[in-house]
């Protein structure tokens, strides 16, 4: 089982950055899939889910409005960025949650993002 995040870089405050994480090994469509983020000395922070189904996505307030998250019929996820800014830099991780769970039990490895200022 392994989820691959993907997509990340180097841009300016205002830019775009779309992130990818592709799950292999297993089904993924019936487990929610969610992006964190952490920066170094911080603890990793939610920044957004959506269910398995699909149907329903939750965001952390600090990224609400410019961010969306989206996944695709296979098991690929998607996490567009959009107007970031410098506070947004982090690496990004993708997870995955049984839907009856509240453990993410999978992890992506990691994808950095950089927004200059």
């Known amino acids: 089982v392994q989820l691959q995040a993907s997509g990340g870089g180097l841009v300016q405050a205002g830019d775009s950055l779309r992130l990818s994480c592709a799950a292999s090994?297993?089904?993924?469509?019936?487990?929610?899939r969610g992006w964190f983020r952490q920066t170094p000395g911080k603890e990793r922070e939610f920044v957004a889910y959506?269910?398995?189904?699909?149907?329903?996505t939750y965001y952390a307030d600090s990224v609400k409005g410019r961010f969306t998250i989206s996944r695709d019929s296979a098991n690929t996820v998607y996490l567009q960025m959009n107007r970031l800014k410098a506070e947004d830099t982090a690496v990004y991780y993708c997870?995955?949650?049984?839907?009856?769970?509240?453990?993410?039990?999978?992890w992506g490895q990691g994808t950095q993002v950089t927004v200059s200022s």
């Open positions: 997870a995955a949650r049984d839907s009856s769970s509240t453990r993410w039990g999978y």
């Open positions: 090994g297993r089904t993924f469509s019936r487990y929610a």
């Open positions: 959506i269910t398995g189904s699909g149907g329903n």
